[in-house]
């Protein structure tokens, strides 16, 4: 740094006296960049003299003299040059804009390594802060959503702060898990839940094979790497973020009156001979405004809020950024509340020329509380019954038995039991980076991620039998990386190498208490020793992971480049045998822009051909998978004398399979990107072929065997598809600028083949046992992992039909045994969209943006359970609340949609059928933004810059979907259960105001 | 320079400090069974056995293939179609193997199973004393025979999984009798081994009298419909009389037999255990046979036939409730409101409801009536009328069998069931005459089906039916609603074939 500074010293010195002859103004200012940073070395020429120059010094400022009337000239590398006429000013503050075009912009792609974006021989999506800067983020995977093509990000539910799912390129594995593998700094944690948006430099989703084979044997779903912000050299900068707002459901579900429900109830009930359940008198009260509709009292307008404090800044050696966030918010379902709190702070420091270490650290705790109504059941409860009576005391039951559904008053649990789950995680990591020599670097890094789960219940006595139960979890990981690179600076043959060595281990432990029989509710779970009975549970498991890494990358003439990796990965969950998996990868990119022929084209600014080829693993199993565990729980017990029961070992309901070895998937893609009009549109398309193998596939054995389940490598399937991103700067003259990003995602699912001399099996267990004795969902070969099981609905027998009860279901006969039986239950569709999209929107006038996210899906199915039970039909469900039940069938209504409403119908009639499939395509506005920035008009007290924005989000869904919304189902994270509507926690609209000011 | 090295040396070990190299799952936390070493080794791999006895026998639901008897039917509404599916024969030809409840005894007595084989497995390398191993493998067994027997007699012929196989899932049905043949195996290696009635004070455990009565009901049951090999009646006669001559059983005064007091009592033979040392599982009988307006659940309750028929007397009144509690839940609390009894006739149901759960129900914990009395699976009256039928269908009726059923019978009217009492006591009796009495005394325990498919007696029963009830008949039945269809997802799941095509009796 001395030396520069020397330097700059004796050109300033040199140029000043060549220019002593012409009696001139003296010009002084400064040179800043974008964010206000001084820059040094900067050359200032005057235009009419090249011979006449200076460059900044370290604090950026400089001096020339030139002619009154001249042009100075400002320039360096990296921004974009400007030409200022000096007329007659003394003092002139320079503002340099970087030059950068998109295929300049550097990718992270994983161990330490970066590429410009024109030399990606991968397909990698990457997601910066400035594309979703004008967009109020809660959670990180938010931003990802409608902005990446090929990423599939679903928000699985409306609780705030609750998760989402993220598929890319589709589901590989049937059972097991197919989240991507999430990297953050380097370390693998176990999940992004409570990270802060604002904290987040940029994301890159590695797609194919070759940008994933580095992260072997937990590649094959894709990764995520998430890099957060540092702290830039210069003055210290303070950012206050803050948003508040209101959200609401997007639309309730329409119900019958009070009184048209109490009609129905009469008409199903009815028995010669009985006389009405709910009588005359009754109903007319009814229609007189008497009775209820629940999902009144079961939703409200939440009042949520956001705030983000970060200070970054740094000296020549240090650099520094942290940052806090709080967000609070209610939900918009009753009694439910969410807190997060999280702290970060990483600190780089350069010991030396040769020496850098560094530490990221991120703390955060997260609060659920409040015990969540029960939707499915609550809204379809009796609508005769108000919550109290006149002396303001709970109506516990139906006010005549038997009415509405078997459950409760559904309000008693949430207003009465209580729920909070916490979770508190540590996100460590530290690095020291030391250069051997110029070209050789040894990088060691070393993580802790710890999470702890506390999760306590507590069931009042007036909702039953009171119970406790407080369940402590906890979750460490500890990964260490050493990496040694190798990076030639020759630009024709640009070469680098890297050698990795990582382990990591995974422990899980968890005690679990249930306690009941309190003899009072007043402590609830925080005074477990109250109760009569109290009984513990605990367990233990842990994994480890061995690896070994060796990848090149290698660039000729900077046309053709080549990338080639190579994994080794040992996992415990493994037997001996089967423990190491190997895992290559290769990839090629031909950069046609840089040819002769095309070099200097007017049209056409870049073109680059990739094609690349890999092999990737997943050992998403649990630990323990190999082995029998015997079954230790209550479950097990059994009182032999009558009173304390005895403890009980049962045999294990899964049975081992010491061949348990890993999943593989196979990924071939090829891919172009174009540049057009000096990039001022980038178009990159890409096709995919995957194929999964020996997956890890937990298999339903029947009841005589024993054991229930088995996890066996077994069964093939396939993802096919394209992704198209489109960024276009559609606009930019004067004062305006309009950009837009398109992507496009089509991937086609198929189950190729799975246990040998197995054509189906059944595999999504959360209805199986409950509600449905046959699984509403099943994986078959030749369709996509999860196809929905049911009769084809067929319409209403009619007065006069041949066959058939007036007024019944009718169904297809498949087998025409002139029998309906479950034989003829079919394949009725399934749940996976034909292609989704998202586009986002920025428009610039002036100091004002707006910023808008639309995002969809086309062509998947949803088994609306929901409406079927709100149509009287399912597991304890006695009579209709829906507002689709007044076109029941009846000899004056001879409809051919809805089966009449009479019990002998009702029993005739088949839960699982096409009659509750509807097609859930939607279009979104997901979020729009309006943003004014007041730029300098807060200068004078300090203040840098100062936003205001108004928000909007989901502000309009448009779909044919009957449901509360076609974007939040039951399934959650599951890829065989995809698409089941039933007690969905549905998505919110939610308007906001907010803030963002930098001094 | 040298600085650097330092530090970065100091650096450097810190992070290797931890390795992880050993790639070996640590599984010190997890229990075998391959290594039953004590008594209270074997007693935990035993108990998960009788859970299963527990958890299926709980409520209405191992019913549910059962209800086309004279002595259950359900309500005409809400939830209970696969009940009325059963109660008006709407199955028999593979419709209807889809639906709710239908598979919950299948599911529950094959885990039983199970449980009982890996218990045996575990015993050929156990080192725990040969006199426990022994009395042990005979509970194991006796109980796997009785969940044998209970699947058999509902689905027909079944794959036989015992210990030393490791099933597939590509095991094929074998017969009926094979089924029987092994179940018999079982029983009898159980009698030998088993201890005498009252010897242990756990009063939930098997006793040589639960493998002799499990024995007398499987040679009856042979005798009868589907396999009908009259040579077993005497069979059946022998095991009931070993029964009866032990002493150690006796007939309680019936209006005392269903107290919570008397669980476990004498008459008792075997009984599932529900302990409120649990918590609040308990068992399901006081809901399921209690109305909504009682709170329950009205799953199942008489047919008006079959309660008309009833004789009157004290066992009618300990059977039946005709009186109908008419409750709310409230506060937490279940109360009684008023009037606090609603007439039978006049009732939400217009049915009487069984007494026989509800004389223990429990109405302080949660929302619905709950029970904690044991139920029972075999109990002494239920011995001496097989002793009873068997005779008279083995020609060889004499006063001991008769004395049998008079016991029964003057229990019935409030007598001391020892002396002999003109007055009820019979001088004679067809078999017929005993499997109607055996209907009245072991009402609504799930015993009456089964007596009336052995007879095949099921379809004049049911022509008697009264056209009030409000549960549809689909279909008289025939023989081809006898036996359930097997559950669909067991045959989805395996190569199993389908009542009536795969039901092979020989």
């Known amino acids: 740094m001395k030396q520069t500074k020397t330097k700059f010293f004796l050109i300033t010195l040199l140029i000043a006296f060549g220019n002593t002859l012409f009696a001139q103004l003296s010009v002084s200012g400064t040179v800043v960049d974008q964010d206000g940073q001084p820059i040094p070395g900067v050359t200032i020429l005057d235009d009419n003299n090249k011979t006449n120059g200076t460059v900044t010094d370290f604090d950026g400022n400089y001096t020339i003299s030139v002619p009154s009337d001249g042009t100075i000239k400002v320039s360096f590398i990296g921004y974009q040059s400007q030409s200022i006429a000096v007329s007659g000013q003394t003092n002139i503050n320079i503002s340099l804009e970087e030059d950068i075009s998109a295929l300049d912009e550097v990718v992270i792609t994983g161990y330490g390594s970066q590429v410009k974006k024109s030399d990606l021989t991968g397909s990698i999506a990457s997601v910066s802060s400035a594309d979703f800067e004008n967009q109020p983020l809660i959670r990180v995977d938010q931003a990802l959503q409608a902005r990446a093509a090929g990423v599939a990000v679903t928000q699985t539910s409306g609780a705030p702060g609750a998760g989402y799912k993220i598929r890319i390129r589709g589901a590989n594995s049937i059972t097991g898990n197919n989240n991507p593998l999430y990297v953050v700094d380097g370390l693998v944690v176990g999940n992004i839940n409570n990270l802060n948006a604002s904290d987040i430099s940029s994301m890159e989703v590695l797609k194919d094979a070759s940008a994933t084979a580095i992260y072997g044997n937990r590649g094959a779903n894709g990764v995520v790497l998430i890099t957060t912000k540092s702290g830039k050299k210069g003055k210290a900068k303070i950012q206050v973020d803050s948003f508040f707002g209101t959200s609401q459901v997007v639309q309730n579900i329409p119900v019958m009156t009070p009184a048209e429900f109490a009609e129905g109830v009469n008409l199903r009930d009815a028995a010669p001979g009985k006389p009405a359940t709910i009588d005359a008198d009754r109903i007319a009260e009814l229609r007189a405004g008497a009775g209820v509709n629940w999902q009144d009292y079961f939703f409200r307008s939440a009042p949520f809020s956001n705030i983000v404090v970060s200070a970054s800044g740094g000296s020549d050696d240090i650099d520094y950024y942290i940052s806090a966030n709080t967000y609070k918010a209610k939900a918009t379902v009753i009694n439910q509340d969410f807190n997060r709190l999280n702290l970060r702070a990483n600190i780089n420091a350069q010991l030396n020329d040769k020496l850098k270490v560094g530490i990221n650290n991120f703390v955060s705790r997260s609060e659920n509380t409040g015990a969540r109504v029960n939707l499915a059941t609550g809204i379809a409860w009796d609508m005769n019954t108000p919550p109290r009576n006149s002396s303001g005391e709970y109506n516990s039951i139906p006010l005549v038995p038997g009415v509405g559904n078997g459950t409760n008053m559904p309000l008693l649990v949430p207003e009465n039991n209580s729920v909070e789950n916490i979770s508190d995680q540590l996100i460590s990591s530290i690095y020291a980076n030391y250069n051997i020599t110029d070209q050789i670097t040894l990088n060691i890094s070393a993580g802790i991620e710890k999470i702890d789960f506390t999760n306590s219940s507590y069931e009042h006595g007036i909702t039953g039998p009171n119970k406790a139960v407080v369940k402590d979890q906890q979750a460490l990981r500890l990964q260490n990386t050493n990496r040694l690179s190798y990076k030639n600076d020759n630009p024709d043959h640009a070469f680098q190498a890297d050698l990795v060595h990582e382990q990591q281990s995974f422990e899980m432990t968890f005690r679990e208490a249930t306690a009941s029989d309190f003899f009072t509710d007043s402590t609830n779970f925080k005074e477990l020793s109250l109760a009569g009975i109290q009984n513990t549970d605990s367990g233990i498991s842990n994994e480890k992971l061995e690896s070994f890494l060796a990848r090149i990358n290698y660039s000729l003439y900077e046309k053709y480049l080549f990338t080639a990796s190579v994994r080794a990965d040992g996992s415990s969950k493994f037997n001996k045998d089967n423990r190491w998996g190997t895992f290559p990868s290769g990839s090629l990119a031909w950069r046609i822009s840089q040819e002769d022929f095309l070099k200097d084209h007017s049209t056409i600014s870049s073109l680059k051909a990739r094609a690349s080829f890999g092999v990737t693993g997943s050992q998403a199993v649990d630990p323990f998978s190999t082995i029998s565990i015997p079954g230790i729980s209550s479950e097990n017990n059994y009182p032999f004398t009558g009173g304390i029961p005895s403890i009980g070992v049962a045999p294990s309901t899964q049975m081992p399979n010491p061949d348990l070895t890993w999943e593989t998937t196979t990924q071939f893609n090829i891919g172009f990107d174009i540049g057009l009009w000096d990039s001022k549109a980038l178009l990159s398309v890409d096709y995919y072929s995957k194929k999964t193998e020996d997956i890890l596939l937990s298999r339903v054995l029947p009841e005589f065997v024993g054991p229930t389940s088995i996890t066996q490598n077994a069964g093939e399937v396939e993802n096919k598809g394209f992704d198209i991103s489109l960024n276009t700067v559609l606009y930019e003259k004067n004062d305006w600028s309009i950009n837009s990003n398109f992507n496009l995602s089509a991937n086609k699912n198929k189950v190729v083949k799975l246990v040998d001399g197995i054509e189906s099996m059944v595999l999504g267990n959360i209805y199986y046992n409950s509600t449905f004795p046959v699984n509403p969902t099943r994986v078959e070969v030749g369709q996509p992992i999860s196809t929905f099981r049911g009769y084809h609905f067929e319409g209403v027998y009619q007065t006069g039909d041949a066959q058939g009860t007036p007024g019944h279901a009718k169904y297809r006969d498949l087998n025409n045994d002139n029998q309906i039986t479950s034989e003829d239950i079919g394949n009725i569709g399934d749940g996976n969209p034909d292609f989704t999209w998202g586009w986002n929107l920025n428009l610039d006038y002036k100091d004002l943006n707006l910023n808008m996210v639309f995002e969809g899906a086309q062509g998947n199915e949803i088994y609306n359970f929901q409406r079927m039970r709100m149509m009287g039909l399912g597991s304890a469900q006695f009579h209709a609340v829906h507002a689709d039940f007044r076109d029941s069938w009846s000899t004056t209504n001879p409809s051919n949609t809805i089966h009449a409403g009479t019990q002998a119908a009702r029993d005739a009639n088949q839960w699982l059928s096409s009659q509750w499939l509807e097609d859930g395509s939607y279009t979104t506005l997901r979020s729009a933004s309006l943003t004014y920035n007041l730029k300098d008009t807060l200068s004078v007290l300090g203040v840098e810059q100062f936003k205001v924005f108004v928000n909007g989000e989901n502000l309009f869904i448009i779909t044919d979907y009957s449901g509360f919304d076609p974007v939040s189902t039951a399934s959650g994270n599951s890829d065989v259960d995809l698409g089941i509507d039933y007690n969905a926690f549905p998505i919110s609209r939610s308007f906001s105001i907010g803030f963002n000011l930098t001094f | ?506």
């Open chain 2, 1 to 506: 320079m040298k600085y650097t090295y330092k530090i970065f040396t100091i650096f450097a070990s810190f992070l290797f400090v931890f390795s992880c190299s050993d790639l070996e799952e640590d599984r010190s936390g997890i229990l075998s069974l391959d290594n039953l070493q004590s008594e209270g080794d074997l007693v935990a791999a035993l108990t998960p056995i009788y859970k299963q006895l527990q958890v299926t026998y709980r409520g209405f639901l191992i019913r549910t293939n059962t209800f086309g008897s004279d002595d259950l039917t359900t309500w005409w509404g809400g939830n209970k179609a696969p009940l009325r599916v059963f109660d008006g024969f709407n199955y028999g030809n593979g419709e209807n193997a889809d639906i709710n409840w239908l598979d919950y005894d299948w599911k529950g007595f094959w885990k039983l199973i199970y449980h009982a084989n890996s218990l045996v497995n575990g015993l050929q390398t156990s080192t725990a004393p040969e006199a426990s191993k022994a009395i042990i493998e005979a509970e194991a067994r006796c109980l796997r025979a009785i969940a044998y027997l209970s699947l058999v007699k509902v689905y027909g012929n079944l794959p036989i999984i015992l210990d030393g196989m490791t099933p597939t899932g590509d095991e094929q049905r074998a017969t009926v009798l094979e089924n029987y043949q092994h179940i018999e195996v079982d029983l009898l290696f159980a009698e030998a081994n088993l201890p005498a009635p009252g010897s242990t004070a756990n009063v939930g455990r098997a006793s040589t009298s639960v493998a002799k009565t499990a024995l007398a009901d499987l040679y009856l049951t042979w005798a009868g419909w589907p396999v009908k090999d009259p040579s077993k009646n005497a069979l059946a006669a022998t095991k009931a009389k070993e029964v009866i001559d032990m002493g150690y059983h006796t007939l309680l005064p019936i209006n005392e037999l269903w107290s919570m007091e008397n669980a476990n009592s004498k008459e008792s033979i075997l009984s599932a255990q529900y302990s409120k040392e649990e918590g609040a599982t308990g068992n399901q009988m006081p809901a399921a046979t209690s109305f909504h307006m009682a709170r329950g659940w009205s799953d199942m309750y008489p047919e008006l036939q079959f309660f008309k028929d009833f004789p009157e007397g004290a066992r009618k009144d300990a059977t039946f409730v005709t009186d109908i509690p008419n409750r709310g839940f409230s506060g937490g609390k279940i109360v009684t409101k008023t009037p606090a009894t609603i007439s039978w006739e006049k009732s939400e149901r217009f049915h009487p409801m069984y007494g026989k759960w509800t004389k223990s129900e429990d109405l302080t914990v949660g929302p619905r009536t709950i029970g904690f009395r044991p139920i029972e699976v075999y109990r002494y009256a239920e011995v001496l009328l097989i002793y009873a039928e068997a005779k008279a269908a083995s020609g060889s009726m004499d006063a001991s069998a008769l004395e049998a059923l008079n016991q029964v019978k003057r229990r019935a009217a409030g007598l001391d069931p020892n002396a002999a009492n003109p007055s009820v006591d019979v001088t004679s009796a067809t078999v017929n005459d005993i499997v109607t009495e055996k209907g009245w005394e072991l009402a609504g325990e799930h015993k009456r089906w089964f007596d009336l498919i052995r007879t095949e007696t099921l379809e004049e029963v049911t022509a008697k039916r009264d056209p009030k009830e409000q549960v549809p008949l689909v279909r008289q039945p025939t023989k081809d609603q006898y036996i359930t269809p097997l559950p669909a997802e067991a045959i989805a799941t395996s190569k199993l074939i389908q009542n009536p095509q795969g039901f092979k009796i020989r």
